[in-house]
């Protein structure tokens, strides 16, 4: 079975800097994309930033230049760090791990506030 376990999850202020991790039960090489996405109330869930195994990364737009995904395989842990947090980025940020197109594995979520 594969486990995705999150945390780094907190209250910050705006401007400041938090980082996520996302441990895994297996290689990170295993999955085609390891990715974060968030979710506030009320609104759809949404794409964060995507790495490829070859360490090609993707972001949303509304992140692009503050955060930043890595991997690190040999502690099969995928990072989110997040700088210049702003209040709407506040959210629950799942980790995701896609193995295209067979299986999609989802982690609990970890709450990410960021106050004003």
């Known amino acids: 079975q594969v486990q995705l376990v999150e945390s780094g999850g907190g209250l910050v202020q705006a401007g400041g800097s938090l980082r996520l991790s996302c441990a895994t039960s297996r290689s990170i090489f295993s999955f085609n994309t390891m990715g974060w996405y968030r979710q506030a109330p009320g609104k759809q869930r949404e794409l964060v930033a995507i790495?490829?195994?070859?360490?090609?990364?993707n972001y949303g737009d509304s992140v692009k230049g503050r955060f930043t995904i890595s991997g690190d395989n040999a502690k099969s842990t995928v990072y989110l760090l997040m700088n210049s947090l702003k209040p709407e980025d506040t959210a629950v940020y799942y980790c995701n791990a896609r193995l295209v197109p067979l299986y999609d594995f989802w982690g609990q979520g970890t709450q990410v506030t960021v106050s004003s």
């Open positions: 790495i490829t195994r070859n360490g090609d990364t």
